[in-house]
């Protein structure tokens, strides 16, 4: 089952998923050469709990921290660490929280110094493949229609669309029903309704799409080593299309970087 949000709950699920957006705002500016992701993962979970938030992710299913951080050839779920960032690398963060009772998730990709054409061109392309995941929400429309949006973004930038993980409902649980996948064909799957809450999260790869999961049972990369990157929103059904939960209001805070403006729904 799909649940419809009212009112009152959505108003709760804008506030989780904005400080959600806020914090990772604050992180993306903090990532830099030098700066250890164990370091982003402490500075998340003070603000988190600062706000009388709670972390989403720690101890879900055992993960061990606020935060996954997930560079270059790592495609998600990577855990912080001593290691630091270098200039050139690539860096995931997606955080969630639970505020009174209702979750938020967004995640961005964001380049330390300066990086290559190429994978700049992955993070570009990524975000606006969720922005066009994002365009496909409105009542009517089938869940399928989210991914083939995304696929067929990503694959005409030459692309891949990572399979084994997928977006979900998001609610008074992190995960709920539906998922959402970021590949297949449209038209498939439940219709969406005013007051369905998502996360759609893209993972692109810049060669194959095949992932594998390291010895720690977390970090998923990259098969055949390459590049990889991940954006995710959480967004509710509206009458006439969705609005993006953790999409920062104030101008130039926006956690985005492509099509920021392109987003008036
Ligand atoms: N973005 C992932 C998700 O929303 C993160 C889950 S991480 C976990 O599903 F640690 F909580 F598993
Ligand atoms: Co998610």
């Given at each position: 089952m799909i649940v419809c949000r009212s009112h009152g709950e959505i108003e709760k699920l804008r506030r989780v998923n904005q400080l959600v957006a806020r914090i990772l705002a604050e992180l993306r500016t903090m990532?830099?050469?030098?700066?250890t992701t164990q370091e982003l993962d402490e500075a998340a979970e003070a603000r988190v709990r600062e706000a009388g938030a709670e972390p989403?992710?720690?101890?879900?299913?055992?993960?061990?921290?606020?935060v996954c951080v997930s560079v270059n050839e790592q495609v998600v779920h990577g855990i912080p660490s001593t290691r630091g960032l270098t200039d050139g690398d690539i860096l995931s963060i997606d955080m969630g929280a639970k505020l009174d009772g209702f979750f938020g998730d967004c995640a961005v990709t964001v380049p330390i110094g300066r990086v290559s054409a190429e994978a700049s061109a992955l993070l570009r392309v990524t975000e606006e493949a969720l922005f066009h995941g994002i365009e496909?929400?409105?009542?009517?429309?089938?869940?399928?229609d989210i991914g083939a949006a995304v696929q067929q973004h990503v694959e005409a930038a030459g692309f891949s669309v990572v399979r084994e993980f997928v977006g979900h409902g998001i609610g008074t649980s992190l995960h709920e029903e539906p998922q959402v996948a970021n590949y297949g064909p449209a038209g498939r799957g439940p219709r969406l309704s005013e007051g369905m809450v998502i996360a759609i999260e893209p993972m692109v790869n810049i060669g194959q799409p095949a992932v594998k999961v390291l010895a720690d049972g977390w970090t998923a990369v990259t098969r055949d080593g390459s590049l990889s990157a991940h954006f995710e929103h959480t967004v509710v059904v509206t009458r006439d299309g969705c609005e993006v939960?953790?999409?920062?209001?104030?101008d130039g805070e926006y956690v985005g970087t492509a099509l920021s403006g392109s987003l008036s729904k």
């Open positions: 990532a830099a050469p030098g700066v989403a992710f720690k101890g879900y299913h055992g993960y061990p921290a606020t496909a929400v409105k009542p009517g429309a089938r869940v399928s939960l953790t999409r920062l209001a104030t």
